[in-house]
């Protein structure tokens, strides 16, 4: 009974999980069955591969074709697994030579007419095949320059099922080689010299910079909060290796990488609009589990202009991501993991009608309450710098000479993030935002003296423990930032004023 084997991958969020699948011809009327969990579009695989081969000048068996895919208790969808099947029907049918197939992971959505067409997720798949000692891996060709991101692993990239099955019977030069890596094109980095004026939101914007510090600008329309949040990822240092793959694995699972840029080296930022759905934000979906934009946001900025416009349990989904970093998304079947640190700037009018001066506004103090509301306490208590914009015609004369250039501003952020991470290098963290409340009470107990007001503060119940926890984090950066060697009483003052709940 003719038996083959090959190898595919199936993700589970980020998680990849290697599958095996093996092709028995024989032993039943003719037809062809798909077991092991498929979904719709798997199941589909049999008339799609069964045509590709027909149309690769190839023959079919006359029999009962069984395509096992391993682990069976793992649900398994997409078109990925088409030209794994393929090969393996025609090795058990003895058309094809199994030998390259051993050790080897297949990728790709197969046409009708043989083409081999891309598919997301080919970079977490890699990753997940080197991590089971598989040796080689055929991808389509546009997905070539994300494959050879993957290192250790012997990557080809074919255009057919043609070159594919050439490939297998001996011909080397079959299959395309990747290219040698083209640097990433630097993406455009907005001024913040073209923002006018607002110090105070220049200085937060700075601190949030150089600790990963969440931000709530509030304000009347006009005043540059938008300009500001987008500027933002121009202070951020560039990614290391480890985020960026992290970071491109989740944008290949969401199927937003170019061929020109396969890598992404600076933080993303993304802006969703305010009727974002909550699967559309944390992420979920029918059947395989997508990831939503805070995952796109993972090591980056993630910006919600109009905050109060988004309804209330679209604020709340996001607590836990901020907390913990990550996202886990129950299914029937499993859960699947999505990382999701992000720096959160939320951007909001004081009210809804939104006037130039407050003086103008129309609102009942019910309607501003209610507006304001939805910026729920447990949110607020996760945003770390809370800062009022000041009005436009505040603001005449109140600059002299020209603005920091945003060169100006990344400097200094570099120097205080140098300062954070040879801190916390003995425990992997690379900002003051990443370091546990515990840990900030322990190792690094500031003086009694320091944090006087602090603990006024907490006995009078306008800061909460989580809130003092992030005040102390604040006050570090400010420290890295004066290039002092631990926050003194000034910087645990100024921490506290930045989360000043007159400023929402």
């Not at 999980?17 to 009327?29: K, T």
């Not at 070539?144 to 594919?164: F, I, K, N, Q």
């Not at 006024?456 to 002092?484: I, K, N, Y």
Request: glycine share 8%; proline share 8%.
């Amino acid at each position: 009974m003719p038996l083959a084997r090959a190898w595919s991958v199936a993700l589970f969020g980020v998680d990849g999980v290697i599958v095996e699948i093996e092709a028995d011809i024989g032993g039943g009327r003719p037809r062809t069955q798909i077991v092991g969990l498929p979904d719709a579009s798997l199941n589909e695989a049999k008339e799609r591969v069964r045509a590709a081969i027909r149309n690769s000048r190839e023959e079919w068996p006359t029999e009962l074709v069984t395509l096992a895919l391993s682990p069976a208790a793992l649900p398994k969808g997409g078109a990925g697994y088409d030209l794994a099947l393929a090969c393996a029907v025609l090795v058990a049918a003895g058309r094809v030579p199994p030998e390259r197939l051993a050790g080897t992971v297949l990728l790709g959505e197969l046409a009708l007419d043989g083409r081999v067409r891309s598919v997301r997720g080919v970079l977490p798949g890699l990753l997940a095949a080197r991590k089971a000692d598989l040796r080689r891996a055929v991808v389509p060709t546009p997905a070539l320059t994300e494959a050879a991101l993957v290192t250790g692993l012997e990557v080809r990239g074919a255009d057919c099922l043609v070159d594919v099955l050439t490939w297998l019977r001996g011909d080397s030069e079959a299959l395309h080689e990747p290219s040698a890596p083209q640097p990433s094109p630097s993406p455009e980095v907005l001024d913040l010299a073209d923002v006018i004026g607002q110090p105070e939101a220049r200085w937060a914007l700075e601190v949030a910079a150089a600790g990963a510090h969440h931000v709530l600008l509030t304000g009347p329309p006009g005043t540059g909060k938008t300009m500001l949040a987008k500027r933002l990822p121009g202070l951020l240092p560039p990614l290391t290796e480890e985020q960026a793959l992290e970071v491109t694995a989740i944008h290949s699972i969401a199927g937003s990488l170019t061929a020109r840029s396969p890598l992404i080296t600076t933080a993303p930022f993304v802006a969703p609009h305010h009727s974002t759905s909550v699967p559309g934000l944390v992420g979920g979906g029918v059947g395989f589990a997508k990831p939503g934009v805070i995952s796109r946001a993972h090591h980056g900025v993630l910006f919600m202009d109009e905050a109060c416009e988004f309804a209330a349990n679209r604020l709340e989904s996001l607590r836990t991501a901020l907390e913990e970093g990550e996202v886990r998304l129950v299914r029937r079947d499993g859960v699947a993991r999505y990382p999701a640190r992000f720096q959160l700037i939320l951007a909001t009018n004081p009210c809804p009608c939104a006037p130039p001066r407050e003086s103008d506004c129309t609102c009942s103090p019910h309607a501003r309450r209610r507006y304001l509301g939805r910026l729920s306490g447990p949110l607020l208590d996760r945003v770390d710098l809370r800062v009022r914009m000041r009005p436009m015609t505040a603001m005449s004369g109140v600059e002299v000479g020209q603005p920091e250039t945003t060169a100006q501003v990344r400097a200094r952020v570099a120097k205080a993030r140098h300062r954070a991470a040879d801190r916390w290098k003995q425990h992997g963290w690379l900002a003051n935002a990443q370091a546990p409340g515990p840990i900030l009470r322990r190792e690094f107990a500031l003086p009694a003296k320091a944090t006087a007001l602090l603990d006024r503060g907490m006995r009078a119940g306008v800061v909460t423990a989580r809130g003092a926890d992030r005040c102390l984090r604040v006050a570090w950066t400010l420290a890295d930032l004066a290039e002092d060697d631990q926050p003194g009483a000034d910087h645990v003052a100024a921490a506290l004023e930045f989360r000043d709940r007159r400023a929402v």
